[in-house]
């Protein structure tokens, strides 16, 4: 039995725009979320219009995940769907070139990372916690008895959930060593399939390279149990590091500035065009 | 009763073991024995416990100098690593979340683990405690990973899309491998056995295997006839170690 969508968070919605809900920004990074990450760039890409709208840490989608889509009054829940619709609602397709057997890779890879790579980032983060609630997460937002209590509860209470899921699915089990080298071992395999090409497939990029972006950032730029992953992406993963840093660059102009502000209204544009083209729309 | 073990992993380890032609011994956990790390598989080797199946396809790949059960070129290890994941990390959770919402009926069933329960009332009363633990647990396992938060219809998008892209990499080679068989081929017949062997909701992903993508339930034929002959023997007389009959 389906239960009934979430309540629209955005009720006077703009018809063809997509509502990205996530959580609000960090310090070190816009968004902890991998798949918020990869969902945002993924739109970047894709130059679907789109405006952000906070999750204030509390609302998730009818599977109760971040990112979350609301659509022409109608809510999409889990990334790898939402870009299945979006494609579809907005003809837009980074992989149409792409020739069956590429097109089967790619799924394969995308299970590498989402599916493999990806358990290595809570497994880290229950961890390595202090760091959420501090500068480099999410402490900007909050002040006084709030900010005690998003340390104290909010925080512990995210790592517990955190610790449970990488129990059940396996991962927990493992010791800090052994995860280290399952992860090294991924991040060679798509060391190896970029080879010396500029993404994944060629010269342009797919929704795999985004997907890997959203993941291999998170890495680069957040705090893990030791700095083993990211030294070996730096060094053992030329390749791989400079395509997602490539990209970085291309789509993300206002990552400081997005970090910074803790703002979930910069745009690839600048802040003179965003202010503009807020202007615009109200 | 329909096939050896249910769990893909255990099938997997024990493929592997018949491919690169190593003795081994099975021994029955009971459903209570379990690894350091709370799992099942897990070898003694040498009076040394070891957890994990791929973490043990490893050490014995080391041990008894197994290294051509991998390929050596890096993009052919790079596709194997992916197909691996797209196999045990992805679809394999996809089946694992269909039986904890819909499959537990045919996990207690003489064809699942039903007949390890005994007869008559003695295995009313053990159905009837076994069965909300296993569900809390599988439920609990398939939230974790995520799976168990799609709907049936949305796993079975999934699993066949996953299907579909395995069979296209297949292709017509006779394993995944090419000519001899991988780690690879182990990892694949683990996972993609159950589909053709045992329920799956309303029989819809077994027709997948064995009428879309054909070659798939081919695949899982051949391997079973060369590596697994004793097959029926193992399932009907639940032997565990019917593999040794023939030496």
């Avoid at chain 1, 990205?20 to 679907?48: D, H, N, Y």
């Avoid at chain 2, 007869?119 to 799976?147: D, E, N, W």
């Avoid at chain 2, 690879?184 to 309303?202: I, R």
Wanted: proline residues 6%; glycine residues 6%; charged residues 25%.
């Amino acid at each position: 039995l389906r239960m009934p969508a979430p309540a629209l968070l955005k009720r006077d919605w703009q018809k063809d725009h997509v509502y990205l809900v996530q959580f609000p920004r960090m310090g070190c990074i816009p968004t902890a979320s991998p798949f918020a990450l990869k969902l945002e760039t993924w739109l970047r890409l894709c130059k679907i219009p789109y405006t952000n709208v906070s999750n204030e840490f509390t609302k998730m989608s009818e599977k109760g995940q971040i990112p979350f889509i609301e659509l022409n009054g109608r809510h999409y829940a889990d990334s790898v769907h939402i870009i299945d619709v979006l494609k579809h609602e907005f003809k837009k397709d980074p992989e149409a070139l792409l020739n069956p057997l590429e097109k089967a890779q790619l799924i394969a890879f995308r299970a590498l990372i989402e599916d493999g790579i990806f358990w290595a980032i809570p497994y880290n983060r229950s961890r390595n916690t202090k760091w959420i609630a501090g500068d480099k997460g999410f402490s900007g937002h909050f002040h006084g008895v709030k900010k005690i209590l998003f340390e104290k509860i909010m925080v512990p209470k995210c790592i517990k959930n955190m610790k449970a899921k990488c129990h059940a699915q396996g991962i927990g089990r493992h010791n800090q060593l052994e995860v280290e080298k399952m992860t090294k071992d991924q991040f060679d395999s798509l060391e190896d399939f970029i080879g010396t090409k500029s993404f994944f497939f060629g010269e342009i990029p797919t929704t795999l390279d985004i997907t890997a972006f959203g993941h291999i950032q998170q890495f680069l730029h957040t705090p893990m149990a030791s700095d083993e992953l990211k030294n070996h992406l730096e060094q053992k993963c030329p390749n791989l590091t400079k395509m997602v840093n490539r990209l970085k660059d291309e789509f993300w102009p206002d990552w400081d500035e997005a970090c910074s502000k803790l703002s979930l209204a910069t745009t690839m544009d600048g802040p003179e065009e965003a202010a503009a083209a807020a202007a615009e729309s109200h | 009763r329909t096939l050896p073990n249910l769990s893909p992993w255990s099938l997997k380890l024990e493929t592997w073991l018949r491919m690169a032609d190593l003795p081994f011994t099975n021994i029955n956990n009971e459903f209570k024995k379990f690894s350091t790390k709370g799992q099942v598989p897990f070898i003694e080797l040498n009076g040394e416990q070891i957890a994990d199946s791929n973490i043990i396809i490893e050490k014995l790949k080391e041990e008894f100098g197994k290294a051509d059960m991998d390929p050596t070129d890096p993009m052919d290890q790079a596709l194997a690593s992916a197909f691996s994941a797209l196999a045990e990390d992805h679809l394999c959770w996809t089946l694992f979340a269909l039986r904890s919402q819909l499959g537990f009926d045919y996990l207690l069933s003489d064809d699942g683990f039903g007949r390890h329960h005994g007869s008559g009332l003695m295995k009313s009363i053990q159905h009837l405690i076994a069965r909300p633990l296993i569900s809390r647990h599988m439920t609990y396992r398939a939230q974790g990973q995520g799976m168990g938060k799609h709907t049936p219809d949305e796993l079975h998008a999934m699993a066949n899309k996953a299907l579909a892209s395995i069979s296209v990499f297949l292709g017509d080679k006779p394993y995944f491998g090419g000519e001899r068989p991988t780690t690879l081929d182990a990892t694949m017949f683990g996972h993609l056995a159950p589909f053709v062997y045992t329920w799956t909701p309303e029989g819809k992903l077994t027709k997948s295997v064995k009428e879309t993508y054909p070659n798939l339930g081919k695949y899982v034929e051949r391997v079973k006839e060369k590596y697994w002959p004793d097959w029926d023997e193992t399932c009907s007389t639940m032997d565990m170690n019917t593999h040794k009959n023939k030496e």
